[in-house]
C-alpha cells in the first residue's frame, strides 16, 4: 500500500491549492479515504467513502474545502479555498485497509503574505 501525496505550495491568504494522493498497492474503491493535516496536531479534515456518495468535513475547513477521489487514476483529491494562515501545515492522505491505517508522507502547505 502507497500513498503519494502532491500539491502544497506557499500561497497567499484567500488564495486556492489542489492536493491530490495517488493511491497503489490496494483496491482504492473499496476504501474509503481522508485528509489530515498536521500543525502540530493531527485534525481530521476531511473524508470520502468508497463510492464517493458521502463525505465528511471538520468545522473548521467545511465550506471552504472539497474531496474527492478518481477511481480511473486511484486519486484522492482535496481542493483548497480562501485559504487562512491558520491552515499551514503539512497534509497527509489516509487510507485505512483491513484496520491498518496507511499514509503518505505528506506535502507542505504554507499560507503567508
Known amino acids: 500500500e502507497r500513498l503519494v501525496e502532491s500539491g502544497g505550495a506557499l500561497v497567499q491568504p484567500g488564495g486556492s491549492l489542489r492536493l491530490s494522493c495517488a493511491a497503489s498497492?490496494?483496491?482504492?474503491?473499496?476504501?474509503?479515504m481522508a485528509w489530515f493535516r498536521r500543525a502540530p496536531e493531527r485534525e481530521l479534515l476531511a473524508a470520502i467513502s468508497a463510492n464517493g456518495d458521502t463525505t465528511y468535513y471538520a468545522d473548521s475547513v467545511k465550506g471552504r474545502f472539497t474531496i474527492s477521489r478518481e477511481e480511473s487514476n486511484e486519486i484522492v483529491s482535496l481542493q483548497m479555498n480562501d485559504l487562512k494562515p491558520e491552515d499551514s501545515a503539512v497534509y497527509y492522505c489516509?487510507?485505512?485497509?483491513?484496520?491498518?491505517?496507511?499514509w503518505g508522507q505528506g506535502t507542505q502547505v504554507t499560507v503567508a503574505s
Open positions: 489516509n487510507a485505512n485497509v483491513g484496520g491498518i491505517n496507511y
Open positions: 498497492g490496494f483496491t482504492f474503491s473499496l476504501y474509503a
